[in-house]
């Protein structure tokens, strides 16, 4: 899961995170059948803001298509437009070995964030979801500190796609995050998706909890 983190000194930065969640949604949907994974993202920065990052998770999707794991791999730029503003620019492929269907395609994505309080992610392919037809994600976010462990998290989804391959949809989430810890944090969130993604994604969206655990590197 990419995003914004901008660099803060003039030499080159190593981070990362690690995660264990009770399910993996994407986009709405579990990837996991509703499932435990475990995840892994590694990035590596320079000072001009470009940077390369991987990311990985198991998957199992339904029907079974092979996919055991997924990979994805970033290129980008990220870095602030003002004290208040900050961009990400990156490129993104999604991965997935051994699949016995040809599931892999690229997305290029844009991500806006204002004082780490909000932000506005798009992301377009011309092959979405591996489709051959293009889709378009646009979603917006906030977050809000309760205290200075907790904060509250909402987002609200729409995905373009292109109806000759798989309609619209909408989804949506609410999160409470907890920061117990430096650098460990555990959230709960609730998924929630409209009817539309169920059609698309049956036994894999609609509403749903997952609760994660993640530390940082």
Not at 70 to 96: I, M, N, P, T, V
Not at 136 to 143: E, I, P, S
Not at 171 to 179: I, K, P, T
Request: charged share 15%; proline share 4%; aromatic share 12%.
């Amino acid at each position: 899961m990419i995003f914004l983190s901008c660099p803060t000194s003039a030499a080159a930065q190593f981070s990362g995170t690690v995660t264990l969640t009770t399910d993996y949604v994407w986009r709405g949907s579990s990837q996991t059948r509703q499932s435990p994974a475990a995840q892994v993202g590694v990035k590596y920065a320079l000072p001009s803001g470009l940077y390369a990052s991987v990311w990985g998770s198991n998957v199992k999707f339904r029907p079974d298509n092979g996919a055991a794991s997924e990979f994805d791999l970033a290129l980008g730029w990220a870095g602030k437009l003002s004290d208040d503003w900050a961009l990400d620019l990156y490129g993104l492929r999604y991965q997935y070995p051994r699949a016995n269907a040809a599931l892999n395609w690229n997305e290029v994505n844009l991500a806006l964030s204002w004082r780490d309080r909000a932000w506005l992610s798009v992301g377009h392919s011309s092959n979405a979801m591996a489709s051959g037809g293009h889709g378009t994600y646009v979603l917006l976010g906030a977050r809000h500190p309760l205290n200075e462990q907790w904060r509250a998290e909402v987002t609200l989804a729409r995905y373009l796609l292109d109806r000759a391959h798989a309609p619209s949809y909408t989804h949506g989430s609410v999160g409470v995050v907890w920061a117990f810890k430096a650098p460990f944090e555990a959230r709960l969130t609730v998924h929630a998706t409209d009817a539309a993604a169920r059609r698309l994604f049956p036994g894999m969206a609609g509403t749903r909890a997952e609760l994660a655990l993640q530390g940082a590197f």
